[in-house]
């Protein structure tokens, strides 16, 4: 289908941007635009003006801090992530969750700020994000402001970004010494959407779940942190039955799910207990995500 009418801009910096977004009405973001112009050709979006934000050097860097803190440009491209030091030995399930995205094509053009900022349920950077911690600057006609990553996905395809606000960069703080995530997925095929996601992580000390974080998308405001299974986590032995507990636990838990055309709602719960559960075994064992 062809495009609707609209304006191009290309911002000279990322106060232009801001600017941009603030001052012209209906006026959004186009990074990567492996979603968003598949939705202006089926129109689903009816934007006034396109304000292009990937050439922008300052949102496309990667820098680790002394700490070890991870700083990554919200124009990042997917392939940058995968093929990057920095990222591999920082924080790895980032560089492997980039390298299995989908194909070479989206990997070279899709930025992990469009897919956090999106926020479908099936995407995979969301889930992730929260389980590391993630911060996310973002920068608007107020100033500059840091949101947290469970304050920063308020529901399905909805942040917390505000009226002109543009995202910046996200941080990813080191993990705990003794910490370890894994990540696993069930989808409709190696380089296609996902049924259900489960995010891991666990803080160990001297053999003994100290802290954890677990995270679901592909379900109903996701992503969304299981709060009674990470309580029911802390104070097992790491190498014990962690995937019992949780199970046990994810029943008692409120989570919303919608069937499609690749699976029910039904379907799609019992599949994200099933990534939970293949998570924690994982884990167990000591096996890498």
């Not at 062809?2 to 209906?26: E, F, K, Q």
């Not at 997925?185 to 666990?202: C, E, N, P, T, Y």
Request: proline share 6%; charged share 20%; glycine share 10%.
């Amino acid at each position: 289908m062809i495009l609707p009418p609209l304006r191009y801009l290309r911002p000279g910096s990322v106060g232009d941007a801001v600017h941009w977004l603030t001052h012209i009405d209906g006026a959004i973001v186009l990074a990567g635009g492996q979603t968003l112009v598949n939705a202006l050709k089926l129109d689903l979006v009816a934007p006034t003006a396109l304000v292009d934000i990937h050439r922008l050097d300052e949102l496309r860097s990667i820098a680790v801090s002394p700490d070890r803190t991870l700083t990554i440009g919200a124009a990042t491209t997917y392939a940058a992530l995968a093929a990057s030091t920095d990222v591999r030995l920082t924080a790895p399930s980032v560089a492997s969750m980039a390298a299995g995205l989908v194909d070479r094509q989206v990997r070279n053009r899709g930025t992990i700020g469009g897919n956090v900022c999106l926020n479908d349920p099936t995407n995979n950077f969301p889930p992730l994000l929260v389980a590391l911690g993630a911060r996310f600057t973002v920068l608007g006609p107020e100033g500059t402001r840091t949101i947290d990553a469970d304050d920063f996905f308020v529901g399905t395809m909805t942040t917390a970004l505000g009226n002109g606000e543009l995202l910046v960069s996200i941080e990813i703080p080191p993990l705990p010494r003794g910490a370890r995530l894994v990540h696993r997925h069930l989808q409709v095929g190696a380089d296609s959407w996902a049924m259900a996601r489960a995010v891991v992580r666990i803080d160990d000390d001297n053999g003994v779940v100290v802290a954890s974080r677990v995270v679901v998308g592909a379900v109903l405001g996701s992503p969304q942190r299981l709060r009674l299974v990470e309580r029911a986590l802390v104070g097992l032995p790491t190498g014990g039955d962690l995937d019992g507990a949780a199970a046990e636990a994810f029943d008692r838990e409120s989570i919303e799910t919608v069937g499609d055309v690749h699976c029910s709602a039904d379907y799609r719960r019992q599949m994200s207990k099933v990534q939970l559960r293949r998570a924690l075994r994982d884990l167990a064992k000591g096996t890498p995500s």
